[in-house]
């Protein structure tokens, strides 16, 4: 695991930069929508909309969580629709839909989370200092916290479903016992 | 003449996605061989020489940026071109991987087009030193 | 020597290897131009569709494959390489894809066209070497099959060459 996602940001003290917190980002809802639509229109050739959220498709839906640390500690959480699956990941490996292994169907959806989690958190915070975990294959869970910003898409295979929420650093009094943590490298 | 490339990155389809770039680019591409992570890439470069590495940051095991550090320590090793294909844009990371050596940063997303506009640069300039 | 000028209406698609041809397409709106060269044996070819997929019509995409990007695409690589074309060795430029306000009255068609068209590409191995894409304006293009050469006129303006650029795709956006 990136030794980033363990400990504080190791910035001195009186230094520039200060993490910031979603809910007080205007930038952020944006930024997730900029950068959805660029990650679907670049690599995966279809174009996303934001859409009003129905989440009863989010229970059949494939998802990844990813972690980050650096100088903002936190995960995202992301769920695509099981109709949508087969043919984003056709669409990024140059396949037929019935040509995808049950390995690459994962792994797309895993890349997916990699690509947006690093991009919408670069785009967010360029200063910032950013480290990612590995994407891990998940399901999806409700995240009421009020500074958890989420966003549905419509893409024309199906749905997809974006969610962020900052956390307490792992080592520090207020992180709790540790759940779900990457596994070490 | 072929071009022989490693491709660094923990994710199969995104090694998958960028061989087909490589593939499909123009290029005369000799081998192109594939590495989970920094200390895979490593072993391979022990083994063979390649003609560009292309490397991902964030992998368990050894990431990235230590590969770097550890080609730029190789007297052998730190004139082979890298170029970084990442999620991470901050600007710190960018400035770190440069001055490590990197010769290119490809910040994901990213459309086969731009990629393969970056090889033929960084390929390019290669070719241009070694004239 | 006298240029024979090809035309290619929408929904239509033509290949050539005559050097002294001209492909020629109009009003490029929301619909999407995709043009091949080979640049060794010259067979060339140009497609105008007007729509992404051709389910949403399967008895017009037979009737007309070329209406579509899912059925036309498919077709005019067929055809180049039954010409003696060469997939690996083909320069693509893709025109077109304009936001505007189309005989259906749909905005949208312009971008999803486009995606389209690099969508089927990538799946059949072929990169873009340029393009001209987005925006409110209507193009005209012609592609000279002798030299390769392709001609973009946007709007009312003046013709320039479409190349691409050092690192870029010589790309017009106005987006």
Known sequence: ??????????????????????????????????????VMEAMFFTEAEPTACEHAWLGGARCARIRFGGSHFGEMLLGVSAEAADPIGASFLGLDPMELTEAQRSQVIQ??????????????????????????????????????????FAIPEGLIGVSIRLTAALDSPAAGPPSDRPLAA | MAYSVLIVDDSPVMRSFIRRVLNISGFELGE????????EA????????????????????????????????????????AVVISTDATNER?????????????????????????????LGDRDAARA | MALTSLVVGMSDCKVTRDADAVLVTYALGSCIAVAMHDPLTKVSGMLHYMLPESAIDSRKAEQNPFMFADTGIPRLIDELRAAGGD??????RLTGGAQVLD??????IGKRNYLAARKILWKAGILVAAEAVGGEVSRTIRLEVGSGRLWVREGGGIERELVRSNGAKGRNDNE
């Open chain 2, 94 to 122: 960018i400035v770190r991987m440069i001055e490590l050596g990197a010769k290119g940063y490809m910040a994901k997303p990213f459309t086969p087009e731009k990629l393969r506009d970056e090889l033929e640069r960084v």
């Open chain 1, 111 to 152: 890349e997916l989370a990699n690509i947006l989690c690093g991009a919408i958190l670069s785009k967010l915070w360029p200063e910032s200092k950013l480290a990612l975990s590995s994407p891990k294959l998940s399901r999806w869970e409700e995240w009421p916290d009020v500074e958890a910003l989420h966003h549905c």
């Open chain 3, 103 to 108: 005989s259906r009255g749909v905005f949208q």
């Open chain 2, 32 to 39: 192109c061989t594939e590495a989970g992570n920094g200390i």
């Open chain 1, 1 to 38: 695991m990136p030794p980033e996602l363990d400990q504080p940001s190791s910035q001195p003290a009186g230094t520039l930069y200060q993490p910031g917190r979603l809910d007080q980002e205007p930038a952020a809802p944006d930024t997730v929508r900029c950068v959805m639509a660029d």
């Open chain 3, 87 to 92: 997939g690996k060795r083909m320069v693509v």
């Open chain 2, 42 to 81: 490593l072993a391979q470069l022990s083994a063979h020489r390649v003609d560009v590495i292309l490397t991902d940051i964030n992998m368990p095991g050894m990431n990235g940026e230590e590969l770097m550090l550890r080609l730029s320590a190789d007297g052998t090793l730190k004139t082979t071109p």
